[in-house]
């Protein structure tokens, strides 16, 4: 191999790696003036070898774990218990909840929930939808991390329930576009006659019965082959052994590789 050549293609494959340290190290040691073809064919190998190793590590991640239903249903008590159950196997986790209360746009929702302000439906189910995008960045990040997190409702209840007050579905599921897709839903199944019977209820603006029906009617229209389906008016302890059993094996799949993906975005 000519000099000339050796020595440009040389500057060209430390460029192109995103300057790996082992790679470093041969640059500041080695006289590229001098480089054989024989060990610049061993410099790219390695540089080569030490990139692949690095893209494998970040594959690992943690998993995103969702749960929907009815008011009611008993996702808020499930989350609390799946928690830690999977620390106590040694998982980084944290559990989340949608919509997130803390932030300014939460205390928006929490005000309309409670019925403390009025606001026109599609006003209310674009901040919902802002509210999840508040946390997209952060989400990620503890994803990558190595994190799983448990989510209490996510945008599939964003979609449900301002469908069921008359709203086209495609149009409520444009604001979710680009959020990051589940890798595990679990919807908790339950009648909303049976929901309505236990205690609490009636206490936020959608626990009404006759709404929560079309709520379940738009879940119905949602879910898709994927989701996990658990009967919710099961003993809490049966419930909550399904669901440690469903998240171990999507939290092995997400570490074992499985990449991050959007929501309906085909």
């Not at 991640?61 to 830690?84: H, M, N, W």
């Not at 986790?93 to 019925?115: C, H, K």
């Not at 709404?211 to 379940?216: D, E, G, I, L, S």
Request: aromatic residues 8%; positive net charge.
């Amino acid at each position: 191999m000519p000099t000339a050549v050796a020595v440009s293609l040389s500057k060209s494959l430390f460029r192109s790696i995103g300057r790996i340290s082992p790679c470093k190290s041969f640059n500041t040691h080695l006289n590229l003036k001098f480089l054989s073809k024989r060990s610049f064919t061993q410099l790219r190998n390695i540089c080569m070898e030490k990139n692949q190793c690095n893209n494998s590590k970040g594959d690992s991640r943690g998993a995103l774990i969702v749960l929907e239903g009815l008011d009611r249903c008993g996702k808020t008590s499930q989350c609390s218990r799946l928690l830690p159950s999977l620390e106590g196997l040694g998982h980084s986790v944290e559990s989340w909840r949608f919509p997130d209360r803390n932030t300014g746009v939460g205390q928006m929702i929490s005000a309309y929930l409670s019925n403390q302000s009025q606001l026109d439906d599609r006003a209310i189910h674009l901040l919902f939808s802002a509210n999840r995008w508040e946390k997209r960045s952060l989400m990620e990040a503890k994803l990558k991390s190595g994190t799983t997190l448990i989510v209490d409702r996510y945008s599939y209840s964003g979609v449900a329930f301002s469908s069921a007050k008359g709203l086209d579905l495609q149009w409520c599921k444009a604001p979710e576009v680009g959020l990051l897709a589940p890798d595990l839903v679990v919807y908790l199944d339950i009648s909303p006659e049976k929901a309505a019977e236990r205690g609490g209820y009636g206490g936020e603006r959608y626990e009404q019965l006759e709404f929560q029906r079309k709520v379940a009617q738009s879940y119905h229209t949602l879910s898709d082959a994927s989701w996990k389906i658990v009967d919710a008016t099961l003993p809490i302890e049966d419930i909550e052994t399904q669901l440690k059993e469903m998240a171990v094996d999507c939290i092995n799949t997400c570490k074992n590789g499985k990449s991050l993906s959007h929501i309906w975005s085909s």
